[in-house]
């Protein structure tokens, strides 16, 4: 269930009618790190807001390969979700729990009736998909125009600024995944990166010494 208390952080995005409407309608799930919060094909009946965690919602291809489109943080939720549940489409992404998270789960039919009728929920939404578009961008620069230990420093520094230390709980296979390389590749450009006392290498984490 979800508590007038968990609502306190939302405050500052949403007026006190959207408030007490989340805490009628909608309800509180917990994930662990890794379970898969919204898969590809998924039918939408609800629209996910972040309460505490973070969550990377990524991209398949043909052959199963993942490719990490943004990540979410408490706050926020999916542009994604929201244009297949305007639509009435099936989802096209996967979301998957970076951390531990704690999620509240909104009714499609609630958000569309608030969309249509609060002003509050209407900046939110629309704020979201600015937010997630101008993201997306960034990743197809980072794609189309940086070498891959750019990239990898990139997203490294990323990871500092999400976790709010310098200290990542990460394995070399994690990272390979989220930018779609092989992990052998990942392994040697971390070695580089250490060789440049960019970064500190240890079992299953890495301290990033420049960001």
């Known amino acids: 269930m979800v508590s ?21 309608f909608s309800k509180l799930i917990e994930f662990q790190k890794h379970d898969i919060i919204i898969d590809i094909g998924q039918e939408l009946n609800f629209v996910p807001l972040l309460l505490t965690g973070n969550i990377k919602v990524l991209r398949e291809d043909s052959n199963g390969d993942e490719l990490l489109l943004y990540v979410l943080e408490s706050g926020d939720t999916c542009a994604m979700s929201l244009t297949c549940c305007m639509s009435r489409s099936f989802s096209r992404i996967r979301a998957i729990a970076g951390t531990d998270v704690k999620v509240i789960m909104i009714p499609v039919a609630q958000m569309r009736q608030w969309f249509n009728t609060n002003e509050s929920w209407r900046s939110f939404i629309l704020q979201s998909y600015q937010v997630r578009f101008d993201e997306i961008l960034e990743t197809i620069d980072t794609l189309a125009f940086m070498k891959m230990d750019q990239r990898l420093l990139k997203y490294l520094t990323d990871k500092v600024k999400l976790a709010s230390s310098t200290r990542l709980e990460i394995t070399h296979l994690e990272i390979a995944e989220d930018l ?23 079992r299953n984490s890495i301290t990033v010494l420049v960001f």
């Open 4 to 24: 007038k208390e968990l609502l306190q952080p939302f405050s500052y995005l949403f007026d006190d009618e959207i408030l007490q409407n989340i805490f009628e």
């Open 180 to 202: 779609h390389t092989s992990r052998v590749v990942i392994s040697r450009l971390l070695k580089q990166l250490e060789k440049e006392n960019k970064i500190k290498l240890a």
